[in-house]
């Protein structure tokens, strides 16, 4: 940004056709800091879990100066949900929904939900804190990395696609067989999904973006394509 003033007089030399205007800019970007990193998504998205997948690569090799947060996109039914709409939640309370991914095939809204759970566990679970740098001193516990997270992320959607057949689609037994592919402890992340779902949950309810699929990079909203070549 530049004053009013300056503004006005470069607009003025510019209107003058014998006059050439250079201008010199000068960003001043701070080095020392961490890149903070928000993605509000669905387990069962195809956009964002080919977005994390092809950007799991980079994530890795800046593990040093990324802080990655994982956001999921669950909403509350107004009172008891019953009939067709009790495939969409967790409990009959229609407390905690996700969106149905593929509308009359055999994957739910309750099964996203489970699994937007499993991945906050992993998530949690597996986060270990980087070691002494400049980066790290400045910005102390935001920079971790789950080395086991990101090998999930990046093998799920081939791994356990919507359209699988038996435990190759999308689902807990698919995701059982994952976690113990890339070196989970299947046991510890259902016992945190036992012990913590409601408390998750309740956090992505309140923690949300201005769309269920977004964006941020250092608190700013993204406003293009999440494309791993764009963003």
């Known amino acids: 940004l530049i004053s009013y003033m300056d503004g006005k007089e470069l607009i003025e030399a510019a209107k003058n056709r014998n006059r050439q205007v250079i201008v010199d800019l000068n960003w001043n970007v701070p080095t020392n800091r961490v890149v903070l990193v928000d993605l509000w998504m669905s387990s069962a998205s195809q956009e964002s879990m080919r977005f994390l997948r092809d950007w799991a690569p980079t994530r890795r090799a800046f593990n040093h100066a990324i802080a990655f947060t994982p956001h999921y996109a669950v909403f509350r039914m107004p009172g008891d949900v019953h009939?067709?709409?009790s495939d969409l939640c967790s409990s009959s309370s229609g407390a905690f929904c996700a969106e149905d991914p593929d509308?009359?095939?055999?994957?739910?809204?309750?099964?996203?939900?489970?699994e937007d759970v499993r991945q906050l566990c992993i998530h949690e679970l597996y986060s270990a804190k980087r070691g002494h740098s400049r980066l790290a001193d400045a910005d102390g516990d935001k920079l971790h990395y789950a080395r086991e997270y990101w090998a999930y992320m990046e093998s799920l959607?081939?791994?356990?696609?919507?359209?699988?057949?038996?435990?190759k689609r999308f689902g807990?037994?698919?995701s059982r067989n994952l976690m113990q592919s890339v070196g989970i402890d299947v046991a510890m992340v259902e016992d945190c999904v036992m012990r913590t779902k409601a408390d998750k949950l309740s956090r992505q309810l309140t923690d949300v973006a201005w769309s269920p699929r977004a964006l941020r990079i250092n608190g700013w909203r993204y406003?293009?394509?999440?494309d791993v070549d764009v963003v």
């Open 83 to 85: 009939g067709s709409y």
């Open 172 to 174: 807990a037994a698919c």
């Open 103 to 114: 509308g009359p095939g055999p994957i739910t809204g309750k099964m996203v939900v489970d």
């Open 157 to 167: 959607l081939g791994e356990c696609p919507l359209h699988g057949e038996g435990d």
């Open 223 to 226: 406003a293009g394509a999440v």
